[in-house]
């Protein structure tokens, strides 16, 4: 059974750092692509970032130069590092993944939803002032 799970979300405080994981297990082709989405409190899920291959990498605007994507596919684990937190980063957070190759990103250059088969439950991040 495939499966994506994530960890890491945590209450954090403005301008404070986080990291989640995602660590996918059962795969038996490789996952070519992985990304973070996350849907804030009553509000349509958002791409964050995206990584396909060990790179490239792209980010949504309004998280680039606050988050890093990464991955370890000795360990099957994608990263997102996030920092100088702001109020609006409060969602849950989900890893989505597929096998197949390609690059594509919405206008705002996260990573668009319908191109992963597969996802995670989720972790949620809260932050507070």
């Known amino acids: 059974q495939v499966q994506l799970v994530e960890s890491g979300g945590d209450s954090v405080q403005v301008g404070g750092s986080l990291r989640l994981s995602c660590v996918a297990a059962?795969?038996?082709?490789?996952?070519?692509?992985m990304a973070w989405f996350r849907q804030p409190p009553g509000k349509e899920r958002e791409g964050v970032a995206l990584?396909?291959?060990?790179?490239?990498?792209s980010y949504a605007h309004d998280v680039k130069g606050r988050v890093a994507i990464s991955r370890d596919n000795a360990e099957n684990t994608l990263y997102l590092e996030m920092n100088n937190v702001k109020l609006e980063d409060t969602a849950i957070y989900s890893c989505?993944?597929?096998?197949?190759?390609?690059?594509?990103?919405?206008?705002?250059?996260?990573?668009?939803?319908?191109?992963?088969?597969?996802w995670g439950q989720g972790s949620q991040v809260t932050v507070s002032s």
């Open positions: 059962g795969f038996t082709e490789r996952l070519y692509r």
């Open positions: 990584i396909a291959g060990q790179s490239p990498t």
């Open positions: 989505g993944a597929d096998t197949r190759y390609g690059f594509q990103t919405t206008s705002g250059g996260g990573p668009v939803g319908s191109n992963y088969r597969y």
